[in-house]
């Protein structure tokens, strides 16, 4: 009985493949960081895409298609984004792309995504220079690194009162252009800048070296610039691993400053990085808690269940990200006439995909020629003694 119980199980599990691979294969792909330091971010919005495509794989199945899932990992480097941007353009069944996450990675792959007419949408990056170009494949769910440029700007002079600022990047691209932004802006304002200092990102291969390197890190030359100059204020754009790592040197060096963060400390992951480091710090960002949308609140409880572990706001712009997707191919494909799309169809319904406020997590969607959403927002958060970030004020955005 064991014998034929089993042989039944296996005939099964060959027999339903083999139907669904008769269907014609429509993949959507997603490119995060799935190794190296911000993997942890990686992780949630890989789970919360697939959790969605799952969901809608019988509606697709019903169409007449195969509903797929690929991933493809970028680390947070560039090089890496060219890679996989490549790969995906290579599988003709990847008809539309949910990231980059991060704007380095993003501005580099969007190039041979563009050349491969494979639309992109990225959740987070914010880099300016992402959608200037005008791409018709580019699309995005956050606001601009020039609209977090001057909302932090207002921040560190009206709310803070600061009359001198240094700025710090993580060398990045995008860490750079946003700091220079708000240099700009300061000037302005008539605040005195008090340096734009660069380090070296901080790379880590697993938790344990995390916990190393912070104490390892070489920020001498950031340090003695904040203590020679004796800033009111500084401010820090870049990544949240780096961040945590000059958090816990400032602190072991005895400086107690203000510190204002961009939109990538907004991770749970930097909290649990940074730990008591990260109590009463500020942080302009693009992407807001989960208990600041209204219509989260199932999921976020959905999710914990489901992992043991809490959603992040980025998790839930991957989510509508991934519904975006999903409609430009219900889209694409009844313009299709029920047949499988092209690329140049799905990416042409992308751009024009206009989704109501009560439909997702994260309000109204759609975007302008330039692939920018058209109602964003920008948030000043603090985060509390328990680790937990907390809205102060929201600045909406509007884009024509």
């Known amino acids: 009985m064991k014998k034929v119980i089993l042989l039944s199980l296996v005939l099964s599990s060959t027999v339903f493949p083999a139907r669904a691979q008769d269907l014609p294969i429509i993949t959507v792909g997603y490119m995060a960081p799935l190794s190296g330091s911000l993997s942890g971010i990686g992780e949630e919005v890989r789970n919360v895409a697939l959790k969605a495509l799952n969901d809608a794989r019988g509606e697709f199945k019903k169409l007449g298609f195969d509903l797929r899932f690929k991933s493809f990992d970028d680390a947070d480097q560039a090089e890496k984004a060219k890679t996989q941007a490549q790969a995906a353009v290579a599988d003709p069944n990847v008809l539309v792309l949910i990231g980059p996450l991060y704007s380095d990675s993003a501005v580099t792959a969007s190039d041979f995504l563009f050349s491969g007419k494979l639309a992109m949408l990225s959740p987070t990056a914010t880099a300016t220079i992402l959608t200037d170009r005008g791409l018709i494949s580019v699309n995005r769910l956050v606001a601009r690194d020039d609209a977090q440029a001057d909302a932090a700007v207002k921040f560190l002079t009206k709310t803070l009162g600061a009359q001198s600022v240094t700025l710090i990047n993580d060398s990045t691209s995008a860490g750079r252009s946003l700091t220079v932004q708000i240099a700009s802006g300061l000037r302005d304002a008539g605040v005195k800048v008090l340096g734009n200092i660069g380090t070296t990102p901080i790379i880590f291969n697993n938790t344990d070296e995390r916990l190393q390197v912070l104490g390892k890190a070489d920020f001498s030359n950031v340090l003695s610039t904040i203590k020679d100059l004796k800033p009111n204020v500084v401010y820090f754009g870049g990544q949240y691993d780096t961040a945590a790592a000059l958090l816990s040197n400032m602190k072991k060096a005895g400086i107690s ?144």
């Open 257 to 400: 400053v203000p510190f204002v963060g961009s939109d990538n400390l907004n991770s749970s992951s930097f909290y649990r990085l940074a730990r008591e480091n990260a109590k009463n710090i500020y942080i302009t960002s693009t992407v807001a808690p989960p208990a600041a949308y209204p219509r989260a609140k199932s999921f976020a409880a959905n999710y914990q269940k489901t992992f043991q572990k809490e959603v992040s706001g980025v998790g839930l712009l991957a989510f509508d990200a991934t519904q975006v997707a999903l409609e430009a191919l219900r889209t694409a494909i009844k313009q299709a006439g029920g047949k499988k799309p092209t690329r140049s169809s799905v990416m042409a319904a992308l751009r024009k995909v206009n989704i109501e406020g009560t439909k997702t997590l994260t309000g109204d969607i759609a975007f302008n020629q330039n692939g920018d959403r058209v109602k964003s927002m920008v948030y000043i958060l603090q985060v509390g003694n328990d680790l937990r970030p907390r809205v102060g004020s929201v600045i909406p955005i509007t884009l024509k």
